[in-house]
């Protein structure tokens, strides 16, 4: 008898349409030798005569059982095609999945490869209702590559977080010895089954190929069992199944995994409930709470620190069975970036509410509430996504409905004496003709915590929807308070939409196509309006459209407007805008006198750019300036000049045509630059850390990779340096020849020249405006804190955490010292209340160089701030609090900074705060190393850079 290699097990239940798909996957594998076990759980359906007739049609490939009762879930089934399987190994398949062709062949070559009991690979899942084919890769980073485990323990994440049964293929001898079995009665059944076989498997074998398409569908009429979320007894069965895997892992002693398996806990199964808390009833609330709790006492407390800090917040409050404070942090949650709660200060920290943190006794409360960090208390008011929640709601049954509601005012930031006006808006979600209707709110004031509005919305005579296409509509509250104009959306919170009526509307292709708006709760729990049909006649319309639409003439308009949308869409695609900038506007003439300027990829009106713009404009120059800009609105740029953001269609147009670019960085890779366009690149700092084509990752880029870097950095026509440094390092990195190199110095540092001349001539130092903007006591110093960024060894930029306690630097210094921090432009930072006016924050200062003028002291790491610093002369100190890993591991550098810095370089919180209390002595110890530091690293900065380049290249003055 034939052994099959492969044993595919199909479940199916009710799903006698699906059920070929599937099995026809099976049959086209690229492998000869797999056979098909079909298992059907009892349907009321046709499924098991599908079956039975596939296995009439493929004798000897496909065979089908039937089980005597239905099992309600997926174990049994499975455990039936297990024992009836005749393949060397075994995989499992639901019906309305499919494989991929090549799925059986790599799993079996990767299990007679490697000898492993257990083989897996890619999951993808498939959202078949999406128009626009989207799918999403089941936790990819686990499958990048292949490689080959002895133990689950050598790889957690494995059995953390891919706890999927379907990408995987099993020795059948090995689920046999070991007695591998799906539980039977409860759902979630995957999770305990995959946890079983990893912690048996003598070898696991991970592909990084695709094996298995897991088909989603969003707007299915019946949820999942793992959708049902809403139904507690749903987390009655997740709480079973985790406490089974946590009984096994202890037994086998995992308890590393265990600890990483209760981050995953709070991380996505706990929120997968939570986020449906606000939509769900008291009854289902204590029940939850109740469950789980009694699971949460048992977590690892470790497992709390690698979590979001709203996940330790939601998880700490349902602890307390706080539901007030609870269901707005779930709600922050379901909606990214929400702040949903009024916070509280105590002792200098933000808190996410008041309760909990006065109580002595609770030790966790303040350290989990705790939420200085997130800036909420610094943050822009109008860069904030404000909480905005219903407190009532009424309508007169016919076409008004009357909306109340309150708007979290953090710490109170809308002052009581702040005016307030306010509107609202009903927006439809997709934008076809008439975009929004609004209404005046009636009444809006200040209520403590929270802004309270009301207003009333004639819908019936107001808003026109065209019908059928702008079905479904956003409400949002626009606010004005003072000078911030502030947008929410407007949630439903604890209000109840039972019994709200279907409320009348006018659509402008007439109430036959629908003639109702139904209040809706969206996936988020925010209030939107629904286009329905209610009347007869609307309701005969309705079902002659939908027929219509779903039928084989209205498909192929259907299929003809998708191509026309998915044209619309390329057409702003940056490959279309690309091709565009060279086949059409690169062929338009270039305007003399046109100069592009750029700092920071558009994100700052700063830097040598803009020193050389104003150069210009002093000189009278005749140009016209175009500026790029990035981001939603511009901020700080000239208003003389023509602003245009970047990557749009006036930013090609201007690049292609201008006589000059003129930026810090690097104008987008892809353009090519024309031969009528002249390339200066002013740069941004010299180099402490390798740079270029001396990169590791540079270098790993492969020929391709480091081509296209080269052709990129040859559309330099001129590249300014401040010394011969500069030529070794910079130019050598970018390969520049010689004569690109232009011995100018910096434009931006020719303010730190004359600053320093002024000072050296007067005798005495100026602090400026800006000393009085930001509030700084005349008898205190001034230092500035500028650290540069760091990047992990893929080039990802990683977060800013002060590796000093700067609550402690304001309470030893503070009463001699103010500091200033700035942090990278690719980092931000928050400060706590708690320092307020001894540590400030000026990171949103874009231009640096008013501020190195105003420091009299600088702390950095290994920033290229400090080559600028040195021009003033003024002191510096180093903290370079990870260098070994910075010098070695990460990049690398040009030369030793212990040795060539002018100033000390200490390696600890502890030895910084001494060197800042030292801080005269280290004045006058250091003098000379940074007249040293100055003549080998700015040799060319002399105060005159802006002038030259004007004078060379726009006046004719100069050489």
Known sequence: MHVPDVSVVVIVYNDAERLPTAVRSVLDQTLAGVEVVIVD??????????????????????????????????????????????????????????????????????????????????????????????????????????????????????????????????????????????????????????????????????????????????????????????????????????????????????????????????????????????????????????????????????????????????????GKEDWDNLLPAADAMTNKGRLTSPLAERDGRVYWCARHIDDPADTEARR?????????????????????????????????????????????????GTELSAELEFRARRQVGVRSFTFPVTTVRHAGDTIEWSGTADIGRTVRPLGIIDAVWDVRLKLTAGEDRITTRVSVGGVHLDRAAALRVRPRLTRLVSDRFEPEITKKGNLSYVLVAQGPAAVRTSNLINSAIHGKAAGLVKRGLRKALHARRNLGSGEQKVKVYHEVFSKLPVKKGTVVFESHMGKQYSDSPRAVYEEMVRQGVAFEAVWSYAGARPTGFPKEATLVKRWSWPYLR??????????????????????????????????????????????????????????????????????????????????????????????????????????????????????????????????????????????????????????????????????????????????PPSVAGRVIDVSRHHDITPLLALADGLITDYSSVMFDYSVLDRPMLFFAYDYDTYANDIRGTYFDLKEKAPGPVVATADELFQAVSAFEEADAKYAEARQRFLAEFGEYDRGDAARQIVEKFFTGSGK
């Open 368 to 416: 989990i509430l705790d939420v200085t960090d997130q800036g909420f208390h610094t943050t822009p008011l109008t860069s904030l996504h404000l909480g905005n929640r219903l407190t009532a709601y009424e309508d007169d049954g016919r076409g008004t409905v009357t909306l109340t509601g309150a708007m979290v005012n953090p710490l109170g930031r809308i002052t009581a």
């Open 654 to 831: 201007a690049l292609a045509q201008a006589e000059f670019w003129i930026d810090n960085q690097g104008f987008p890779l892809a353009l090519a630059k024309r031969p009528g366009t002249t390339y200066i690149q002013t740069w941004h700092g010299s180099a402490l850390k390798r740079m270029g084509f001396h990169e590791p990752r540079t270098k790993a880029q492969g020929r391709a990779g480091q081509a296209k870097f080269q052709a990129a950095i040859d559309r330099f026509d001129h590249f300014l340096i401040r010394s011969e440094h500069d030529a070794r390092t910079l130019a050598k990195g970018f390969r520049l020849r010689d004569e690109v190199l232009l011995r100018t110095g910096y434009p931006r540092n020719d303010a730190l020249v004359a600053a320093h001349r002024a000072e050296v001539d007067s005798g005495e130092r100026v602090r400026g405006p800006l000393a009085a903007e930001l509030g700084i006591d005349p008898d205190k110093k001034v230092l500035l804190y500028a650290p540069t960024f760091r990047a992990n060894a893929d080039g990802q930029v990683e977060g800013f955490t002060f590796p000093f306690d700067v609550e402690e630097f304001a309470e030893r210094l503070g009463d001699r010292f103010v500091l200033l921090v700035r942090t990278h432009y690719l980092n931000s930072v928050s400060l």
């Open 41 to 318: 759980d009892c349907s009321k359906d046709r499924s098991f005569a599908v079956a039975q007739e596939l296995e009439a049609a493929h004798p000897g490939r496909v065979r089908a059982f039937r089980l005597p009762e239905n099992s309600g879930g997926c174990g049994a089934p499975r455990n039936h095609g297990i024992q009836q399987a005749t393949g060397t190994y075994v995989m499992f398949l639901d019906s309305d999945d499919v494989l991929d062709k090549n799925a059986c062949r790599n799993m079996l070559q990767a299990a007679e490869t490697t000898g492993a009991d257990l083989v897996s690979g890619m999951c993808v899942r498939v959202f078949v209702d999406n128009r626009f084919g989207k799918t999403s890769e089941w936790y990819p980073w686990i499958y990048s590559r292949t490689r080959t485990l002895e133990s689950i323990s050598e790889y957690p994440d494995l059995l953390v977080y891919d706890t999927l049964s379907t990408n995987k293929c099993y020795r059948r001898s090995f689920l046999l010895d070991n007695d591998l079995r799906f539980p039977v009665g409860i759902h979630y059944e995957d999770l305990l089954f995959s946890a079983q076989a990893y912690v048996a498997a003598r070898r696991i074998t991970l592909i990084p190929n695709r094996v298995y398409h897991w088909n989603v569908v969003e707007k299915a009429a019946a949820k999942s069992i793992s959708n049902r979320r809403h139904e507690i007894a749903n987390f009655v069965h997740r709480m079973e199944i985790h406490r089974r895997v946590d009984e096994l892992l202890a037994a086998k002693g995992h308890t590393a995994i265990k600890s990483a398996k209760d981050a995953k806990f709070l991380k996505h199964d706990l929120v997968l409930h939570l986020r449906d808390l606000p939509l769900l009833d008291d009854d289902y609330r204590t029940e939850f709470a109740r469950l789980a709790n009694g699971y949460l006492a048992g977590i690892d407390p470790a497992a709390y620190e690698n979590v979001t800090y709203l996940q330790a917040i939601c998880a700490y409050l349902l």
